[in-house]
């Protein structure tokens, strides 16, 4: 039985609320009870200077009202403490409803994980994020080595990221200027028009025409042959500088804008230093959480035919969407299974294309052409000798 994302997301919110909470009412309930026992501890000490012989009954009482203090401090932990645990197991019930056992039989017997490789994708996760410190723990309690990109380079990448998040794209002018002459920044890239469009907005919603037309004048210019229908858009918004949210390019000054100009920051970044978009971590879980279930639901039916997993390729084809395809696959339409590199994909004469063991199984042609060891093409019959197959690289 499946359980809806959304119920256990509110599950999980709802335990980080209680859990906030908790924490809260724990250190005041601590405060009251560390300020009232020292209250207390003052008025012990008063008694003990003035050395008389009555005060012992008043210490006495001053003694069993920091035992209540203790008592009820106490008290209200423990009370806490129950309902978090309550809310943790419904939480854990609700996780344990939706983690499928045995899943580790999905593995093939000759798959290896590699620790090094694995610790190595979550500290690289962990310094994209922004996580420096978890990160550099990590690293150092597990021993990663962190490859051809250092840390540094997510530190830098996220200082400018955090700089834009603040409505200051100085930071990332400087990084593009600084980058022109890389190799790897060659490609067009709309990004330091971008940065120039917002702050030629950021002057123009302030109410500063003048400066936003100064800036525009002084930044525009080079790119006039590449972006100048969105100059002309960005020129006409002078029209409404004084009613911009009821104008037509009210949409311009959305908050979203700096959003996606801080995007294309981080993917050119990126790019410069030879490192994917997305986090190799979060596209592994994400390729998972997406064939899981139907690797689930073929192991059930497959696994009394032939043993599961018996080779590298997949008994079934899972379908993970077009955004998980990151290079070019063939699958023979003869026999169905994906293209390796002993079995790599043979185009014809004719134009049809199938993996080199289909092609060992086709059957002889019944009117030869080209002699006796001629196959026949199973799409338009005609007549093909294998030595005249080539093998195709995608």
Known sequence: MEYPEHLLKTKFERARKRQCLSHEGVQKSLSEAIAKLESLSEDVEGLRSRGSADTSDESKELLVCASKVVEEAKGFIVADQKEMYKTLTRLS??????TVPGVEDLCSPNARLEKDRICEAIANHLFRCGAQSLGETFVREAGVSMGATP??????MNKIIDALAVRNVQPAIAWVKSARGQPQTRRRSSLEFGLHRLVYLSRLAEGNWQGALEYGRANFGDFVTT???KIQQLMGCLMYFNKLESSPY??????LEWTEVAMLFARDYLNSHDQPFESPLKNIVDCAVKALPSLL???KILEWKSPWMKNELLPVEVDLGSDSQ?????????????????NPPMILPCGHVLSRESLSKLPPAPHPGHGSESV?????????RPADC?????
Do not use: G, N, W
Not at 93 to 98: E, G, H, L, M
Not at 250 to 255: K, M, V, Y
């Open 227 to 229: 972006h100048m229908d």
């Open 326 to 342: 990151y290079h070019s696959i063939f699958t023979c339409p003869v026999l169905r299974v994906e293209s390796t590199e002993k």
């Open 250 to 255: 009210a949409e311009l000054f959305s908050p």
């Open 376 to 384: 026949q093409c199973p799409y338009c019959s005609s007549a093909t």
């Open 297 to 299: 639901k073929a192991r």
């Open 93 to 98: 019930r609700a996780v344990d409803r939706i």
């Open 390 to 394: 080539r093998e195709i690289h995608f």
């Open 151 to 156: 840390p540094v380079v997510y530190e830098d």
